[in-house]
T-cell receptor
């Protein structure tokens, strides 16, 4: 069974630009969650989508948004990029909601903002 | 919201010795506590988890203990081997009103170094 796929794997942007990251979950998984990983802050929850619905959002500004499609694929968008947005963005899928069972992570999208 | 504290941030042990990593959480309603291992340049992967209805769970050289009264849980690795070198993250669920959870709050990680 194919794992979680994230694209692109690496990208470089400049301040003020926007970026869209994509995540394809494991087949049959309805939940997709996004995490930001940085050396200083570890893994921080961005948001989770379950059956196309986002419940709550982590402590991130409105520049961070996302959506989930009917086939469970998800995208996240960051607008007006800042230097501090440089990070590894990890997507994870799970069969149920992400807080009660195993998360299967993708390899991540490494964003560098110059 | 849930707050998860993890200690130590770095742990160096001799190969063959045991390693213990500790975490505390703030929300007494939390009921699921996973541990993830992330090797250098790789994705985090679940290595063991425990639910609040048990106090201890073992899987070969790895064990997790949970003390709900004190709100802390620990990862124990015995007979450490070079392949145990990695960053380990503990986590607890992000609970919302109504009793559901929509993701995990992670500790900041422990870099475990196995010295030959």
């Amino acid at each position: 069974k194919a794992g979680v796929t994230q694209t692109p794997r690496y990208l470089i942007k400049t301040r003020g630009q926007q970026v869209t990251l994509s995540c394809s979950p494991i087949s049959g998984h309805r939940s997709v969650s996004w995490y930001q990983q940085t050396p200083g802050q570890g893994l921080q929850f961005l948001f989770e989508y379950f059956s196309e619905t986002q419940r709550n959002k982590g402590n991130f500004p409105g520049r961070f948004s996302g959506r989930q499609f009917s086939n469970s694929r998800s995208e996240m968008n960051v607008s007006t990029l800042e230097l501090g947005d440089s990070a590894l963005y990890l997507c994870a899928s799970s069969a149920g909601t992400g807080g009660v069972g195993e998360l299967f992570f993708g390899e991540g999208s490494r964003l560098t903002v110059l | 919201g849930e707050n998860v504290e993890q200690h130590p941030s770095t742990l160096s042990v001799q190969e063959g010795d045991s390693a213990v990593i500790k975490c505390t959480y703030s929300d007494s309603a939390s009921n699921y506590f996973p541990w993830y291992k992330q090797e250098l340049g790789k994705r985090p992967q679940l290595i063991i988890d425990i639910r609040s209805n048990v106090g201890e769970k073992k899987d070969q050289r790895i064990a997790v203990t949970l003390n709900k009264t004190a709100k802390h849980f620990s990862l124990h690795i015995t007979e450490t081997q070079p392949e145990d070198s990695a960053v380990y993250f503990c986590a607890a669920p992000r609970l919302y009103s109504g009793g559901g959870a929509d993701g995990l709050t992670f500790g900041k990680g422990t870099h475990l170094i196995i010295q030959p």
